[in-house]
């Protein structure tokens, strides 16, 4: 039984993949997939030894060695070529960590793999960098579990790029179109905190104009695009 937020990272991972999740912890993901015969093979890949420990424990736990690999390694660092991944999922991490994680680990991809990211924070981050990696998301997920709101951003490697708006790659061009409770519940929220900012800087003696101003301008889009 995985969470509402893992599941949903499973549910775009195609039956027979050939999987790489990175930074797996207790490779929940892999293991949940492989018991239901939907993986091929799996990497489990972890940078720390803890959580690597943990990959390794669970995986042999479950009699799963024989598909899932733990592989203590940075990132995409984990992925060789003869795996022949067809599929990455990175989770539970923020936003620049992952597309760190996808720069530094750029000669593992073959422009051929499922990209399945769930940043918890700057996913604008994300959607940039896929589209200036020609990776064209096909779908986006947002999702509230245990107080917290989690957005999921999936794609697959394209030919010609879409280019998005700064509007799309903040808020989510599906998401937008969807302006789901979820999305606009979580958006109310940053509007609520940048309404504190800007009546603390109002308050404040010397806090420049234009620095109000642009948290107002962030403010008034939220109202606009979302609410
Ligand atoms: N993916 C799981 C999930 O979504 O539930 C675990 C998320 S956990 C919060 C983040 C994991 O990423 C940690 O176990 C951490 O050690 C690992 N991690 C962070 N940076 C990493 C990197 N560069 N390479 C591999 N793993 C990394």
Redesign the pocket.
Known sequence: HL?L??QT?ADFVQPGARLA??????A??PVYLAEKGLLAKAVA????RG?YENAVSEIKKEGLDNVIMARL???LA?IKPEDQIDTV?????GGT?ITK?LDDGADRLRHQERLIL?PNVGEDNVRRWLQEHLYGIIAERILAEDGHIYEIIVADPVETPTTFSETQLKFGPFLLREKSPVLQDKWRKEQARLDDVIATMQRAQHAPKEKIDAFINQRNQIQEVVL
């Open positions: 969470s937020r893992l990272v999740d990175i930074g797996s912890d207790h929940y993901l890949g972890e940078v720390v959580p390694a940075d990132g984990a999922t990175i989770a539970g991490m960590l994680i769930q």
